[in-house]
């Protein structure tokens, strides 16, 4: 049976709202000190699956130029609209990652946050990452796929085990048989949607389970449960190899 909405995307409100989020939190989380730490004054950093450019507006100061990479040009605007307004220099790139690393100017460093989870093959996304990086690379991700929440409803209409992995744990093994010296941080926020209104929510969910609106309540009762416990979330980090 078909879905009744198509579950894929995100939307581009949703990321605008993230970047206020991030921009407004002037504490430093350990993938914002990290990125900081090796950034040149007047340096550059390159945003891949940038979204609305949580991961990189709010390095800038120290860095002066901010390049993004994105699928979706909706999520380029909201990201060139959040640096035009912050008075910073910007440039963008639509494409896939690693399709168009060729094309993708290096940068001090390269941040890379919650996107892991869609890569199918990892090993060559973090090579060119790598390979883009002057400096470092810095990922951020949660500790179990974002959509792993879902899986007890996942059962409860489909009758469907999801699967429990890939982890945070999976991908720095992965860095780490690349040869690069990968460094782990924790630290534990609420989720994206977590600022989002409830009917918003609940139908982004709704969207992803693949059921109608007879569904809301139910779900609507599960968010509210689950969403009040913060993400455990990861940086992975390592310094470009000599």
Wanted: aromatic letters at 8%; hydrophobic letters at 40%; one cysteine or more.
């Amino acid at each position: 049976m078909a879905a009744p909405e198509s579950p894929w995307g995100f939307p581009p409100d949703l990321f605008a709202l993230s970047t206020d989020r991030a921009l407004a939190n002037t504490a430093l989380n350990p993938s914002k000190r990290r990125a900081i730490e090796a950034i040149a004054p007047g340096g550059s950093v390159l945003d891949v699956g940038a979204g609305g450019g949580a991961a990189s507006l709010p390095l800038a100061p120290p860095a002066a130029l901010l390049v993004a990479v994105d699928e979706s040009q909706g999520m380029l605007d909201v990201f060139a609209e959040g640096a035009e307004r912050n008075g910073v220099r910007h440039s963008e790139i639509i494409g896939r990652w690693p399709d168009v690393a060729p094309t993708t100017p290096e940068a001090d460093v390269v941040v890379c946050h919650h996107v892991l989870y869609n890569v199918g093959d990892l090993a060559p996304f973090l090579i060119e990452l790598t390979g883009h990086a002057e400096r470092r690379v810095v990922i951020e991700l949660t500790d179990r796929h974002p959509q792993s929440d879902l899986s007890p409803l996942w059962k409860a209409f489909h009758g469907i085990d999801r699967p429990t992995g890939p982890t945070a744990t999976d991908a720095a093994n992965v860095a780490r048989a690349l040869g690069y010296d990968t460094n782990i941080d924790r630290f534990q926020h609420h989720s994206l949607w977590h600022d989002w209104p409830r009917p918003e929510r609940v139908a982004f969910a709704r969207r992803r389970l693949c059921v109608g609106l007879e569904y809301d309540a139910e779900i609507g009762s599960y968010l509210d449960d689950v969403e009040q416990v913060p993400q455990e979330v990861v940086t992975l980090w390592w310094d470009r190899p000599s």
